[in-house]
């Protein structure tokens, strides 16, 4: 070996040597980085408790229903006020004070009713007719009799002063609002009285309205989006049972006509995204001229009606560039890699056959997904259970000044209290969810463990698909004589293998990978708090941090993935096989960028198709853009909602699929590499790998083994 061959082998480890008994996986192994799977388990079992203490203190009804000025819960089923799902507000005026933007509370007396009121009336107007006030009374608290008087009423805040017509929007009830001449109204009048004796204008209610609306605009758009799934969603299973079809159509004809369906491939996501142009262009073209439609992004701000968006020629110009853009790319790439791709081609045809013979893995995915479904739903039902284990918190809101003003209170006794009678204007109301014991004032630790045990699972679950179907694909290649020489069942004996031995190592992997990320989150929160005062230094430093961990989270995927292909074949400890995976990459460093890149575009190539291919039918069918589909799409608020879940689904489906092709030519392209190595192509030591690659690289056995 040439001097500076040796000299770079020193840097990057010794290569492998030829071992007569190497049959592929070995067989003889034993637990590996014990100590971290212990700590796994801990942490599992921590886990666990997180869970049963944030169920046995949350209420998830924290979050579905609205609360009234007692803590109660309005049209919920099995109480009183099961009969009275709206929220009505004493004095909606009261809403426009600032306060209720940092408080999220408006400072008036709010209880559940039956109904909204449906005209105006006034306190002292309905007291004097008996069947007025018999109406009036349903939206006054408890205990109010017509033998008690107008003062005494209005006095302990019994009664609102005043009615106005109102219409209930998410729950709660508002006064309705119109315009006539343009003029506000509310109930066709555009004066009301206060319940005071004193005329106001409709306009008064605006800012009240509008202060309230800020504080549940959020849950406003989120009940429509519920909504809108709630009568789409078999129409997004129907289009992810396509996309499922479509990747599992995809791969079989891969594995019969790997070459001709990568060339058909390339084709046809440059015409999809080209057809993507044309229909911007069309849109962009159709809006020349249209009211409203050169209003700039910016001068538009944040819309919670996203269709609006798309009434405006500048969102399609965005549209435009940015696919034109993604489409020259891939050509470039496509005119500088096109002797490689055949290279690449013959890999995936490899790939393909391995498959072919473990036919197993294309289902292997499924199983990660449902392990994944787990994780996600028992990190979301303790989040939501850890969000709502607080206690209602009451505090003081009065109208004049008073030194009590916003300290907690006790709603049981208030009207007795020394408060009170400091300040005889003021309530005791409830203000918001919280609590002062040993378990609130550790919620938010118990909220961050959820989030990095949700990120060390989920990343468990992925090593362990990943070692497995390494395991699997690995028992492949190395067969002498394939399939004689490959075990019976060879993803499940790869699963035994990773379970049984290398549970630690999985969770050690995973574990590193999930502390970044948990930094990540941890920078991310960082930088939304700190928006409204950093400085540009500051804005600088933050923003190279993030892109510092983003680089070393897609490493340490890399690093983890290929470490764990040398531990399903060796049986050695993760930092043991991450660096031999290391070194063994670093000696083949042309070879990796040749072969695995570029397989791994064209794969990605494979996903965008899939993708663009169910996006497109989806588009047409929720937007109602073809005449066929009107009757058959559903009506929806937002009919983006539907499109982007099938956009998503179709993704993560086509991945699932396609990950199993990936992780097949990362293992045959590293038992290709330390075949390489550990073969000369002689009668002694021949080449296990296919033909067609040896033709490829220019390699062939001196004397072909005899079948």
């Known amino acids: 070996m040439p001097e500076e061959d040796g000299e770079y082998f020193g840097k990057n480890g010794e290569p492998r040597k030829y071992d007569p008994t190497f049959k592929g996986p070995i067989q003889n192994r034993g637990c590996t980085d014990i100590v971290c799977c212990i700590l796994f388990i801990i942490a599992i079992l921590g886990y666990f408790a997180v869970g049963i203490l944030a169920w046995s203190q949350g209420d998830p009804r924290k979050v579905i229903y609205p609360t009234d ?29 600032p306060m209720v933007l940092l408080e999220f509370q408006c400072p008036t007396t709010q209880m559940c009713v039956e109904k909204c009121p ?13 069947n007025d006030f018999d109406y009036y009374k349903q939206f006054c608290k408890d205990g109010v009799t017509n033998t008690m008087g107008v003062p005494d009423i209005l006095k302990y805040g019994l009664c609102p002063a005043m009615l106005t017509p109102s219409k209930p929007f998410t729950r709660r009830c508002f006064p309705a609002l119109g315009k006539q001449g343009g003029v506000i109204t509310v109930g066709n009048n555009s004066h009301f009285d206060d319940g005071s004796g004193k005329m106001r204008d409709a306009k008064d209610l605006m800012d009240g309205v509008k202060n309230a609306t800020v504080v549940i605009e959020a849950r406003q758009v989120v009940m ?18 396509i996309a499922m079809l479509t990747s599992l159509l995809f791969i079989v004809l891969l594995r019969f006509l790997a070459g001709i369906m990568v060339w058909v491939m390339i084709v046809l996501v440059i015409l999809v995204i080209g057809y993507g142009i044309v229909h911007c262009y069309i849109e962009y073209a159709a809006l020349k001229g249209e009211p409203g439609a050169d209003v700039t992004l910016q001068d538009l701000g944040f819309q919670t009606d996203f269709t609006v968006y798309l009434q405006i020629r500048q969102t399609w110009l965005a549209f435009m560039i940015i696919l034109a853009i993604v489409e020259l790319i891939i050509i470039l790439l496509l005119i500088f890699l096109r002797k490689r791709i055949l290279i690449a081609i013959a890999l995936i045809k490899e790939a393909s056959r391995a498959i072919g013979h473990v036919m197993s893995s294309l289902f292997y995915p499924l199983f990660t997904f449902l392990l994944l479904a787990m994780v996600i739903a028992y990190w979301a039902v303790t989040a939501v259970f850890l969000s709502t284990s607080n206690e209602p918190i009451y505090k003081v809101f009065n109208e004049t000044a008073c030194e009590h003003s ?7 006794n208030y009207t007795t209290s020394s408060m009170k009678k400091e300040c005889p204007d003021s309530e005791c109301l409830f203000a918001f969810y919280g609590g002062e014991t040993v378990y609130h004032k550790y919620l938010i630790g118990l909220q961050f463990y959820n989030v990095f045990l949700f990120f060390w699972c989920a990343n468990f679950v992925t090593a362990l698909g990943q070692m497995t179907l390494a395991g699997a694909f690995a028992s492949y290649y190395w067969a002498f004589v394939k399939p004689d020489d490959m075990p019976a069942f060879p993803v499940f004996s790869a699963l035994g293998r990773s379970l049984r031995y290398h549970t630690g190592t999985l969770a050690f992997g995973s574990l590193i990978l999930a502390i970044i990320q948990i930094i990540r989150v941890l920078l991310e929160y960082l930088d939304h708090k700190l928006k409204g005062a950093q400085n540009k230094c500051t804005k600088f430093l933050l923003c190279c941090l993030k892109c510092c961990f983003w680089c070393l989270e897609k490493f340490i995927k890399f690093i983890n993935r290929n470490a764990y292909i040398m531990v399903a074949i060796y049986g050695k400890n993760f930092c043991t096989s991450a660096r031999d995976a290391f070194f063994l990459l670093m000696r083949n460093m042309i070879r ?19 993708v663009g291919l169910v996006g497109i039918f989806a588009f047409f069918f929720f937007s109602g853009k073809v005449k066929a589909f009107e009757s058959t799409a559903p009506h929806l608020h937002y009919y983006w909602v539907p499109i982007l879940t099938v956009v998503i689904g179709s993704y993560l489906i086509a991945h699932g699929f396609f ?23 002689s009668a002694e030591r021949p080449y296990l790998m296919p033909e067609s690659l040896r033709k490829v690289l220019n390699k062939k056995n001196k004397t072909q083994p005899a079948e």
Not at 406 to 411: G, S, V
């Open 406 to 412: 916003r300290q907690t209170c006790d709603p049981a």
């Open 659 to 681: 990950s199993v092709y990936a992780m097949c030519v990362d293992t045959l392209f590293l038992c290709f590499l330390e075949d390489l190595e550990r073969n000369d192509g």
């Open 118 to 130: 449906e005209k105006f009336m006034t306190l002292i107007k309905a007291y004097s007719n008996k």
């Open 69 to 97: 000025s007692r803590g109660q819960f309005c049209g919920q089923a099995g109480t009183p006020l099961e009969k009275k799902p709206l929220l009505f507000y004493f004095n909606i005026m009261k809403c426009a004070s």
């Open 592 to 610: 990796v960028a040749v072969l695995d890149k570029v397989t791994d575009f064209l794969l990605f190539l494979g996903k965008l198709l899939i």
């Open 224 to 241: 429509k989006i519920f909504e809108d799934y709630t009568q789409s969603w078999y129409w997004i299973l129907i289009g992810l049972v």
